[in-house]
């Protein structure tokens, strides 16, 4: 059961990493005004999109000059992200309560 514990806490904080990443580079080559022409651009564009997607039309996009996005949603989908993160680690520490104190115990 230890390891099974283990094993999910390590995925989830390897995919909540992989996610808060895309959304950071997204946020920034937006705010940056990349090209999205590139074929680099475009794909993390595409990919992160679909990350994105729950959260569009929470919050106006702003065009800080134009060419340059600030993106407000791709921010809360990275605190929403986390937190689901946070909460998933949570629930495993939790249903796992034996393990802590034989380990606190040794």
């Known amino acids: ?13 390897f995919f909540i990493g992989i996610v808060e ?3 950071g580079v997204r ?3 937006r705010l940056l005004g990349a ?11 595409d990919v992160s999109g679909q ?3 729950p959260f569009r039309g929470i919050f ?9 996005v600030l993106e407000f949603s ?7 992200y986390g937190l689901l993160g ?5 629930l495993v520490d939790a249903l796992l309560p034996e393990q802590k104190r034989t380990r606190k115990s040794e």
């Open 1 to 13: 059961m230890k390891r099974a514990a283990e094993l999910v806490q390590g995925l989830t904080n």
């Open 21 to 23: 990443v895309f959304l």
């Open 27 to 29: 946020f920034l080559f």
């Open 35 to 45: 090209n999205s022409n590139n074929a680099f651009v475009s794909w993390l564009y």
């Open 51 to 53: 990350l994105l997607e």
């Open 60 to 68: 106006p996009v702003e065009a800080v000059e134009p060419g340059y």
């Open 74 to 80: 791709t921010l809360f989908a990275m605190v929403a």
């Open 86 to 90: 946070f909460l998933i680690l949570t």
